[in-house]
């Protein structure tokens, strides 16, 4: 089949464009659409999202690989460039780029890339699971949402942390791809704590309508198994379903840049393949 992978962009209002990078093996033919974001940290080119997106694209899916506007790294390096970026990023702003990068596929615009396609798929690692959970909750379009690593919690704080957060007015920490120590603002827990309601994770989990599929690591030592199993709602029954990777981590053991798949990766990776497959058409040639 022929193979399309390029990078697009999608405007936002007063941010960098959202940067996407799009998969297909069948372009210009009608598929369904998967949109994959990733979470705290991350970006569409780290660890596993080439892979991930590879496999979804050889399943018969048009696939789009988003980085959030504010991310502040560079992705050709992968290095935090823009810390400013980056120091000012907020959950509502990566719900508004997630719902912005939606708008855009519902328009058909991405049918002008070459990837035309009318159901809607979402997937997110980490942080990145929570905004797909809260935007799926609000979008009868997405017919379809798997999550890898979910948090069931935005607010991650203690109050001791909280209070020097306040008074200093960033969070800041060390990551080794910063030249420097990164800062997060205040404003990142002020958008929190002002949406709190509307951030309920395991609210919005149970009031979705799309079927749900969570995959999550026993030894996630990052986000506990506990948060994503308060993520399972009773009363959705089969349509949400836990899948627990024994010897996972946080990651599935993939560290960045990946060599090569781990088992973990493999087996999170078919799951996900076998759901969107299941409940999205990958097929739309001939509906009616």
């Not at 009608?30 to 050889?58: D, M, Q, T």
Request: proline content about 3%; hydrophobic content about 40%; aromatic content about 8%.
């Amino acid at each position: 089949m022929e193979r399309a992978t390029r990078e697009i962009e999608i405007r936002t209002r007063g941010r960098r464009p959202i940067r996407a990078d799009l998969r297909t093996l069948a372009p210009r033919r009608r598929r369904a659409v998967i949109i994959a974001c990733h979470g705290f940290l991350g970006h569409k080119r780290w660890g596993f999202f080439p892979y991930l997106s590879e496999r979804l694209a050889e399943a018969g899916f048009h696939v789009l690989t988003m980085s959030f506007s504010m991310n502040g790294i560079d992705e050709e390096t992968g290095l935090f460039a823009r810390p400013e970026e980056f120091a000012a990023n907020t959950v509502s702003t990566e719900l508004e780029d997630l719902r912005g990068v939606c708008a855009f596929v519902r328009s058909g615009a991405l049918a002008a890339e070459g990837a035309p396609g009318e159901q809607l798929g979402l997937f997110g690692h980490s942080r990145g699971g929570a905004a797909a959970i809260l935007v799926s909750r609000g979008l009868d379009d997405v017919r379809s949402l798997v999550t890898w690593s979910t948090v069931a919690r935005l607010d991650r704080y203690t109050a001791r942390r909280k209070a020097a957060w306040k008074s200093e007015g960033s969070l800041v920490f060390t990551d080794a791809r910063a030249s420097a120590p990164l800062a997060l603002d205040y404003a990142y827990y002020e958008d929190i704590d002002t949406h709190r309601d509307e951030f309920d994770l395991p609210k919005a989990a149970a009031a979705l309508a799309a079927p749900h599929l969570m995959v999550h690591g026993d030894r996630d030592a990052a986000v506990t198994l506990s948060e994503t199993q308060a993520l399972v709602s009773a009363g959705r029954g089969e349509a949400a379903r836990l899948e627990i990777i024994h010897g996972a981590g946080h990651t599935f053991n993939v560290s960045h840049p990946m060599r090569r798949p781990t088992a973990a990766l493999e087996r999170a990776t078919r799951l996900t393949t076998e759901w969107f497959t299941r409940t999205l058409e990958s097929n739309m040639e001939d509906r009616s």
